[in-house]
């Protein structure tokens, strides 16, 4: 948690820092308002990050959850559970003995949730249901001892049900963990509907969900944000699927393919972007795009790279969000809920009131929904808030960029908080708890010093 705030609160400190900024900025100028220059929140972000790591240093260490980290390092110090399912075989030694005195003494640490019996739970408790052939057992183990149940003579492997004997046998394989983030394409989707095998080769052995267990038929789970899979194939299919935006990585399974020979390139060719973004005077846009192509140039990425880089459901939500805001505009309906806003505070509020409200307003959404469809949505009603008060509306964005940034007590709200729900074992509760009181703190710092960096006149 720590980890993805200090990303966050850094986030802050440039235009290009958060993609919401950059969106945010972008609206405005086609609200006719001045563009931001890279380093204009720098005076505030650097303040706003302090405070949150002072925060996090005092206040929040002493919130934070004492329990351990279920998270597996890359070293693999540590285990996790996860839930997988088998099927007995026909000739099963098990078949005719009871659950406890078979699977438990063959496994130790495993624990058994359900046995499924043509496809319906059994209700008989454990230490008197008798196996049968065919019976589906879901089961939680730790990842070491996936090895022990794959060798478990009459068990196999719900992945497994559909390979040879001797494919198992001759194919090399090695495990790899990873967490489902929140922008996911097959989050909604079932194990059976996602059909790892056929597209990577690869097979789904296990799954750990942070909120408790799951009882249904393995195949039929669907996947959630925040999962965290159990992946097995040959090192050829398991780089191809670290290679997807699906998941995250939480276990190095081989060396990452690093070009060390263009990293002085890239380096350089960042530089001169940042620079010539500060002085140029020229649209971020415009100098990104330039310095992507003098990278794609000099072969620091490959087309292809760079193009699986793109998050197109994110440009797609951008796309059609900004149509949204786009119709607010033209219909009225942006100035109109503005209207209504100040109608709230009377006929003349003061300014320092609607940017607190601006903020917490921002912030609150976003722990909800994406910050990128808040920022679309409310900046042409803070253009039009600022326009009918008769002062600067560049307090106003300001304070919805923050806020827009201000996802602190909710593990939905932004990425990364995403994906440390799961690898660091939180709890919903634990965001809350943690992160309230950061919103709040934050909300009162950005209060007082935006107008004084960017006063309403």
Same mark, same amino acid.
């Given at each position: 948690?720590?980890?993805?705030?200090?990303?966050?609160?850094?986030?802050?400190?440039?235009?290009?820092?958060?993609?919401?900024?950059?969106?945010?900025?972008?609206?405005?100028?086609?609200?006719?308002?001045?563009?931001?220059?890279?380093?204009?929140?720098?005076?505030?972000?650097?303040?706003?990050?302090?405070?949150?790591?002072?925060?996090?240093?005092?206040?929040?260490?002493?919130?934070?959850?004492?329990?351990?980290?279920?998270?597996?390092?890359?070293?693999?110090?540590?285990?996790?559970?996860?839930?997988?399912?088998?099927?007995?075989?026909?000739?099963?030694?098990?078949?005719?003995?009871?659950?406890?005195?078979?699977?438990?003494?063959?496994?130790?640490?495993?624990?058994?949730?359900?046995?499924?019996?043509?496809?319906?739970?059994?209700?008989?408790?454990?230490?008197?249901?008798?196996?049968?052939?065919?019976?589906?057992?879901?089961?939680?183990?730790?990842?070491?001892?996936?090895?022990?149940?794959?060798?478990?003579?009459?068990?196999?492997?719900?992945?497994?049900?559909?390979?040879?004997?001797?494919?198992?046998?001759?194919?090399?394989?090695?495990?790899?963990?990873?967490?489902?983030?929140?922008?996911?394409?097959?989050?909604?989707?079932?194990?059976?509907?996602?059909?790892?095998?056929?597209?990577?080769?690869?097979?789904?052995?296990?799954?750990?969900?942070?909120?408790?267990?799951?009882?249904?038929?393995?195949?039929?789970?669907?996947?959630?944000?925040?999962?965290?899979?159990?992946?097995?194939?040959?090192?050829?299919?398991?780089?191809?699927?670290?290679?997807?935006?699906?998941?995250?990585?939480?276990?190095?399974?081989?060396?990452?393919?690093?070009?060390?020979?263009?990293? &002085?390139?890239?380096? !350089?060719?960042? $530089?001169?972007?940042?620079? /010539?973004?500060? @002085?140029?005077?020229? %649209? #971020?846009? +415009?100098?990104?795009?330039?310095?992507?192509?003098?990278?794609?140039?000099?072969?620091?990425?490959?087309?292809?790279?760079?193009?699986?880089?793109?998050?197109?459901?994110?440009?797609?939500?951008?796309?059609?969000?900004?149509?949204?805001?786009?119709?607010?505009?033209?219909?009225?309906?942006?100035?109109?809920?503005?209207?209504?806003?100040?109608?709230?505070?009377?006929?003349?509020?003061?300014?320092?009131?609607?940017?607190?409200?601006?903020?917490? &307003?921002?912030?609150? !959404?976003?722990? $909800?929904?994406?910050?990128? /469809?808040?920022? @679309?949505?409310?900046? %042409? #009603?803070? +253009?039009?808030?600022?326009?009918?008060?008769?002062?600067?509306?560049?307090?106003?964005?300001?304070?919805?960029?923050?806020?827009?940034?201000?996802?602190?007590?909710?593990?939905?709200?932004?990425?990364?908080?995403?994906?440390?729900?799961?690898?660091?074992?939180?709890?919903?509760?634990?965001?809350?708890?943690?992160?309230?009181?950061?919103?709040?703190?934050?909300?009162?710092?950005?209060?007082?010093?935006?107008?004084?960096?960017?006063?309403?006149?």
């Amino acid at each position: 948690m720590p980890l993805s705030f200090a990303c966050i609160l850094g986030g802050t400190c440039t235009l290009t820092g958060s993609s919401t900024n950059l969106i945010i900025d972008g609206i405005a100028q086609k609200q006719d308002q001045e563009p931001f220059s890279m380093f204009e929140l720098t005076k505030l972000g650097v303040i706003y990050a302090a405070v949150g790591f002072i925060y996090m240093l005092t206040i929040g260490k002493k919130l934070l959850p004492k329990h351990d980290s279920t998270a597996v390092d890359l070293s693999g110090a540590e285990e996790r559970d996860f839930l997988t399912q088998v099927i007995v075989s026909p000739d099963s030694p098990m078949i005719g003995k009871t659950v406890t005195e078979t699977l438990s003494k063959a496994i130790k640490e495993a624990r058994v949730i359900e046995v499924r019996r043509r496809g319906v739970p059994i209700q008989t408790p454990l230490n008197e249901l008798i196996i049968e052939e065919r019976d589906r057992i879901l089961i939680s183990i730790h990842t070491d001892d996936f090895k022990d149940l794959k060798e478990t003579e009459g068990l196999r492997l719900t992945a497994y049900q559909n390979l040879k004997l001797e494919t198992l046998e001759k194919r090399p394989a090695i495990l790899l963990e990873g967490i489902i983030g929140p922008q996911s394409s097959i989050i909604g989707r079932t194990l059976k509907e996602l059909k790892f095998r056929q597209r990577f080769g690869v097979l789904i052995l296990g799954i750990h969900r942070q909120s408790g267990e799951f009882r249904r038929n393995f195949d039929d789970v669907k996947i959630h944000s925040g999962d965290t899979l159990l992946i097995e194939g040959p090192p050829q299919a398991i780089a191809r699927v670290k290679n997807e935006k699906d998941f995250v990585s939480l276990s190095e399974t081989s060396e990452p393919s690093i070009r060390k020979g263009k990293s &002085l390139i890239a380096a !350089l060719i960042t $530089l001169a972007f940042v620079i /010539a973004a500060s @002085v140029s005077g020229q %649209p #971020i846009f +415009v100098v990104a795009l330039l310095a992507s192509i003098a990278m794609l140039a000099t072969r620091c990425i490959d087309p292809s790279d760079a193009y699986n880089s793109v998050s197109w459901n994110i440009i797609f939500l951008i796309i059609g969000m900004l149509g949204i805001g786009k119709a607010m505009e033209v219909t009225g309906g942006a100035q109109f809920i503005a209207d209504g806003v100040l109608n709230i505070f009377g006929e003349s509020p003061k300014p320092v009131i609607i940017l607190a409200v601006v903020y917490l &307003l921002s912030s609150i !959404l976003t722990e $909800l929904i994406s910050n990128n /469809a808040v920022a @679309v949505l409310l900046t %042409p #009603i803070v +253009v039009g808030i600022s326009e009918t008060l008769g002062i600067d509306a560049r307090p106003l964005i300001v304070a919805m960029m923050f806020g827009c940034s201000a996802s602190f007590a909710t593990p939905i709200g932004y990425q990364t908080n995403t994906y440390v729900y799961g690898a660091g074992g939180y709890k919903f509760s634990d965001f809350v708890k943690v992160g309230v009181p950061l919103n709040l703190i934050l909300w009162l710092v950005a209060t007082i010093m935006i107008p004084i960096f960017w006063p309403f006149n």
